[in-house]
């Protein structure tokens, strides 16, 4: 969405993502305002939710399914990680270090 600046009548655009990540701190702080900074004199033009909810319809859904791949990502980069790290170690030392990784866990 495009804006122009309250204050140096600069015009400049707010990407979708943009949108979408203000709407989810919007969310989460409870807040009913965003503050736009302008490229040019970085100054904040406080934005209505209502004005951002109607730039991106079915924002709520965007967001979950944001969130949804970011777990997945974090879950896979997880896995991945634990396959490596099981494909180098022999066995018995597999089994040792879980034991002792266990006890500096518990
Ligand atoms: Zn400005």
């Known amino acids: 969405m495009n804006l122009r600046c309250s204050y140096c009548q600069t015009m400049f655009a707010l990407s979708r993502e943009t949108i979408l990540a203000a709407l989810g701190q ?3 702080e409870g807040l009913h305002h965003y503050d736009a900074h302008c490229p040019r004199c970085r100054r904040a ?3 209505s939710r209502d004005r951002l909810e ?3 319809p079915g924002w709520r859904e965007a967001l979950k399914e ?3 791949q970011a777990a997945n990502a974090e879950k896979e980069q997880a896995a991945a990680v ?3 790290v099981l494909s180098f170690l ?3 030392f ?3 270090a879980s034991g002792a990784v ?5």
């Open 26 to 28: 919007m969310e989460v």
């Open 45 to 47: 033009n406080s934005m």
């Open 54 to 56: 109607k730039a991106y």
């Open 66 to 68: 944001m969130q949804k």
């Open 82 to 84: 634990a396959t490596v």
């Open 90 to 92: 022999p066995m018995a």
């Open 94 to 96: 597999f089994a040792w």
């Open 102 to 106: 266990l006890k500096l866990f518990t």
